[in-house]
């Protein structure tokens, strides 16, 4: 069974950088066929799609994210990690890891984190 948990500070300072770590059991992030992903959910509002990366590496952001958001991992330690700068109240919002399969569109989502609550202050 693959898990997926969220870590990172649950209040973050508008202007700062958000960054959040993802810690994967059961799968290792560098496996074929699966590539893993962050999604954010503000209150009241639908999910949204951050960004990937993939098992090679290889990162992918959304357009409306993408001058401001960073994705990387450790593979030492299974985790990947999600930095946002330059944070507004916007931001806001619950947070999750996600693992996304391949060879479909759009992928299917079959693990994620159970999310953590990130708030921006003003």
């Known amino acids: 069974q693959v898990q997926l948990q969220e870590s990172g500070p649950g209040l973050v300072k508008a202007s700062q950088t958000l960054s959040l770590t993802c810690t994967v059991s059961g799968g290792s992030i560098t496996t074929n066929h699966y590539a893993w992903s962050w999604i954010r959910q503000p209150p009241g509002k639908g999910l949204e799609w951050m960004g990937v990366?993939?098992?090679?590496?290889?990162?992918y952001y959304s357009p409306s994210l993408k001058s401001r958001t960073s994705i990387s991992r450790d593979t030492s330690k299974n985790q990947f990690s999600l930095q946002l700068s330059s944070v507004t109240p916007e931001d806001t919002a619950v947070y999750y890891c996600?693992?996304?399969?391949?060879?479909?569109?759009?992928?299917?989502?079959?693990?994620w984190g159970q999310g953590t609550q990130v708030t921006v202050s003003s």
């Open positions: 990366i993939a098992a090679d590496g290889s990162t």
């Open positions: 996600v693992r996304a399969g391949l060879y479909a569109s759009p992928p299917p989502y079959d693990y």
